[in-house]
């Protein structure tokens, strides 16, 4: 019984005074430290800006006239690993091949070998 006295003596201090010993670890959050940058939910005030309809954040619309085949079977052909090559839609192309030569549409500049 005695230990049981000596260890609320002990510990009824420490409860007590913990709240106000804690209270200054509030200086270290960083989302409330003076002159920082404070989370407001910016991006989705924006977003919901931007939406024709806000409400298709919750939940979206089909389209008319889709029915989902052309996705079903793009996604069975990525299962079986049958994806289709993207068609080549670029002006340029990049990459791969050796140099070509050069042209030079200056006034008496030589094109170098």
Do not use: H
Not at 25 to 43: E, H
Not at 64 to 77: E, K, M, S, T
């Amino acid at each position: 019984m005695m230990a049981r006295a000596m260890t609320v003596r002990v510990l009824l201090p420490v409860a007590l005074l913990a709240p106000i010993a804690l209270a200054g670890c509030d200086i270290t959050d960083p989302y409330k430290a003076p002159g920082l940058w404070r989370p407001n939910q910016a991006n989705t005030i924006d977003r919901a800006a931007e939406a024709a309809n806000p409400l298709d954040f919750a939940r979206g619309r089909g389209m008319p006239g889709a029915d989902g085949q052309a996705a079903a079977a793009a996604v069975g052909r990525l299962r079986r690993d049958q994806v289709k090559a993207l068609p080549d839609t670029s002006i340029v192309q990049i990459g791969g091949g050796g140099g070509g030569g050069g042209s030079s549409s200056g006034g008496g500049a030589e094109q170098a070998p």
